[in-house]
Structures are given as C-alpha cells and as structure tokens.
C-alpha cells in the first residue's frame, strides 16, 4: 500500500506473482511483467504511471481495478501477450500515443469486467476485441474504433464522440440505453446494412456521417 516512487523501471518476475494493494506506483519507468502467470488480486487497486509491459507469450490475470496512466500505454512483447480482465474486473486505461495491447490480446470477455477508456479529451483508439462492459469517458473529443467491435454493453460520455469511421461494425450490444455521448457511423450500405445493432434503445446521439449519404 502506497505510493512507490522514482525514475526507474519496475520488473516483476517469478512464477505467479501476485500483485495486491492500494496505492500508485508513479515510476516513470517501464512496469515490466515477465514472471509465469502473473495476476492482480480481487483487492489490489491500484495507479500505474509508466509503461506496462507484459513480456513475450505472458498471460495476466487482472482482478482487480488498474488503472494505467502512462501515454504509451500497455503493450505486448510478442502476439501471445495477454491482458485478461477476469470477472468483476476493471482496467481503466488513458493510452495515447498507441492503442491498448496494439502487439498482443485483450481479453475482456468475463462478466461484468469492465474497460474503460478514460481519457477525458478523446484521442483514443479502441482495441479490436469482445468487451463485457466497454466504457468511453472521453467527455470531449474522439475516441476512434480500430476495427468491428462486439459489446455486451456500452456507456458513452455526454460530449465525448465514438467513431466507426467508414468501415467498422458494432454487434452484439445488449445495453446502450446508459450511453449519454455521440456514436457516429459513416458506413456505406454497400458495407453493412447494419453498422449499429437494430431493436436497441440507444442513449445519448447517432449521428449518420456520410456525407454522399448511401446509409443505412
């Protein structure tokens, strides 16, 4: 518990190490995880300042709330790097110079884990993967999807827009009625007919960006 403080790297190793507490580790160093099957307890809540790296072919397991501050981000030393939200679970993430895990998975599957893109002014990419609970709180500004997108439900900040570009899909969302920003698709329907989900109840505004029209 705390605040562990300096210019330094941090790297944990070992076989499942276990990281627990509460408190910031404002190192603007890199937080290096390379131990066997690395996890974040159910009670650990903490800040991170620098970059989170997660080593070639390691899984961590976060059950806790983490979140990360550093604009680098989280990234991956190989394809197999994984970052799994596990049930309850909360990553708050305010990358932005690269997107989440842009080398490596995200794993956000588990019930009612939670992703939240938390850089209030926009500017982020969204990670293309399945999120239980993708929350956007970018109350001005941008955040830009980097690819089809499957949500179980989706909350959006009034001020703050989501952007499916020309090409990109949202599917499977249950809930969207909590969402108070801006989705905005410019997707022909010659691409998808369906760029947002039908028969929902959608907070907040989508706005049908095409300019030469031809949506659906």
Known sequence: NGIYSGSGGVTLSGISVVIDGTGTVSNTGTFTLSAATPSIAATATLT???TIAIGNGIVLTNNGI???TATTGITGGDGASTWTNAAGSTLNFAGLTTTLLATGVLTATSNAN????SLTTGGQTIKV???AVLTLSNSSGTNTASGNLSITTLNTTAGGTLDLTTAYVISAVTTASGSAGVI???VPTA???TPIPTGKT???TVEYGAAAGAQT
């Open 191 to 193: 691409t998808s007919a």
């Open 184 to 186: 905005k698709t410019s």
């Open 114 to 117: 939670t992703v939240n893109y």
């Open 66 to 68: 983490v979140t990360s």
């Open 129 to 131: 993967t399945t999120y």
């Open 48 to 50: 991170i300042a620098g």
């Open 202 to 204: 959608w907070g907040g």
